[in-house]
């Protein structure tokens, strides 16, 4: 749950920190928010004395750093994020900037600098709202510092020489660390602490609240508030939301539902006597004179009543192929598209301004047409097309998840209660037919298309010379790989039904020959050699025994130093916090013997068959990526 209102904003926006820093990401998970880690590429080498004032250095790093994640990820990823956050930390003395040493003498050189004295600590931090309107990139950047001011005690050289030995002041703004052993160096702490590690969140949060409930022309008094409002506060404000707040031009459920929310009264807000705002709703008279007060409605929960009616008009206009048609003819009118396919004036007008209030159309006189996302992920032929996995969502997943309530009773899958009969194996309810195999291989290979850049490139992965794709399907993740690491020749491993239909999802182009299709079963047939091993979303769909057999048969061929790359929907290890996967858990129980696993449960399984080193990176997108060698 998340504590703060204000940072209860960003729960349905795609938010990335372009931050390295571990403790960033610390002190942002702490106070649950949701975010995806992307580092910025930025280099820390702007021309320092063309600042008047360090604060100002610190601040257009953080911006440089947010700016460069937002446009790759928009330009090189295709996925133009909601929010970017950046953040540069940075330590002022006698009017010198001290980032972090490049080495021990470095330094040695910066606590020397520090030693006995006051200095200054800033944060310079830039948000950025971003959209794709069009194609570009356009985006508001707010940025602001903090500085916090610390005095070190007197310390003698044996000291400061056995903290730098302790290898903590490396990766650290000023050479040390004040929330660990560097805390033994500090006399006292003028300002906030978590400015000093290296992000000033209470400033972060007033800087939210500025940004999505700016003072309205409501409001009863119009005092700048200047400190964070209460959550009591937040929640009442939480949902009578401003125009200006909605950055990102979608509208998101929260938006829609203000409008219910409120529909009994207005909000307005004011300030109470330590300047904190408070909003409170004002009673109106129903029709009948009686005076009522407007309820706060639960809006998450009346999000969740209702995701299945979104998810159903989403699957609906995908089957009819609404977004293929808006793509070659938009703008049309409702009546044109329901002629088009072939369906009532009526329905099809609902359906399509329901999309448009879901963000997946734009509805102008002219008529509907594709948002940007609609063009690329919605319609059959996009780049990173949906449509497949969206019909096998539509045509496989929904008739298994109305079944959920028996899969929960009876802890087991429940494709006989869904398709009316009993299949001993996952992949031969898929293979039964022509048609139900193309519908799920297209399925994998949307989402495989989607995930893939991030599988290949969460890792460097060019010492390895050969890769066996195992369960590759379409090859798409293959495809992907050799244009990353042009040296690598990738077989794709599969079974035959689907190595056999393979070829109407093979690119053409250069690389194309560095991958070989080899059909066979994994659990029973012999692998290909190989110098690594992957396996994506292939182990969430079996039980730990049959696991074991696959990874003993890995192990097998695998020479030392061998590799095996796993992709999954990674857990967290108290299994509380990524709903996400924690679904996708949920969707293996309806239909597999699988399920999704913790980070500790993963590496538990590949130790004991010889893999080491394992080292696990939470993506924050999609599929989560895993590494470990052969001893
Ligand atoms: O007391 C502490 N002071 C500072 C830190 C950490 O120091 C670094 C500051 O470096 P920077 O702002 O450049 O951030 P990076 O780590 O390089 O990550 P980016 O990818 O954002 O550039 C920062 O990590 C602070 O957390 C500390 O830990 N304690």
Known sequence: MVLNPVLGKLVS???????????????????????EVVPSWFKETLEKSSFTAPYEYAVETARQKALEVANRMHVKHLRTPDVVIGADTIVSVDEQILEKPVDKQDAYRMLSRLNGKEHSVFTGVAIIHCRSKDNQLEMEITDFYEETKVKFSELSEELLWEYIHSGEPMDKAGGYGIQALGGMLV?????????????????????????????????????????????????????????????????????????????????????????????????????????????????????????????????????????????????MKAVDIANDVGTSVCGTERLLDACAALGLLEKTLQGYSNTDSANIYLTSDGKYSLHGYIIHSNDHLWPLFTNLESAVKEGSRQNHRAFGKKADDLFKDYYHSQEVKQRFMAAMHSIARLTARDVATAFDLSQFKSACDLGGCTGALAHEL??????????????????????????????????????????????????????????????????????????????????????????????????????????????????????????????????????????GNLLDIILCVKM
């Not at 299994?575 to 538990?604: H, P």
């Open 13 to 35: 926006k795609r938010v990335v920190l372009a931050s390295a820093s571990p403790r960033r990401q610390e002190i942002l998970t702490n106070v649950g928010l949701r975010f």
């Open 187 to 331: 006399e006292y702490v003028h300002g906030d602490f978590l400015n000093v590690v290296g992000f000033p969140l209470n400033h972060f949060c007033k800087k939210l609240a500025e940004l999505y409930y700016p003072p309205s022309k409501h409001n009863v008094q119009h005092k700048k508030y200047d400190s964070i409002p209460s959550v009591d506060t937040f929640e009442k404000l939480s949902d009578g939301e401003s125009e200006s707040s909605n950055f990102t031009g979608h509208k998101d459920a929260s938006k829609l539902d203000s409008v219910g929310i409120y529909s009994l009264g207005a909000v307005y807000t004011s300030e109470n006597s330590s300047g904190v705002r408070t909003g409170f709703t004002v009673p109106l008279e129903n029709q009948n004179g009686v005076s009522q007060s407007a309820a706060k409605l639960p809006s998450k929960i009346l999000e969740l009543m209702d995701g299945f009616r979104a998810s159903k008009a989403l699957f609906v206009a995908s089957k009819l192929k609404i977004f293929d048609h808006l793509k070659d003819k938009g703008p």
């Open 482 to 619: 050799v244009q990353v690491y042009p040296d690598l020749k990738v077989t794709v491993f599969d079974l035959p039904e689907v190595i056999a239909n393979t070829s109407y999802f093979q690119p053409s182009g250069q690389h194309a020959a560095s991958v070989t299709f080899v059909s066979g079963d994994f659990f029973k047939d012999n692998l290909p050699e190989a110098d690594l091993y992957i396996l994506s979303r292939v182990l969430h769909d079996w039980p730990d025994e049959k696991i074991h057999v696959l990874l003993s048969k890995v192990s097998a061929v695998c020479r030392p130093g061998c590799a095996i790359l796993l992709a999954e929907m990674v857990l967290d290890d108290e299994k509380k916090n990524r709903s996400t996967a924690l679904l996708q858990s949920l969707n293996m129980l309806v239909q597999t013997e699988g399920k999704e696993r913790s980070g500790t449960e993963y590496r538990a399984l590949l130790e004991q068959h010889g893999f080491t080193n394992v080292t696990i990176r939470i993506t």
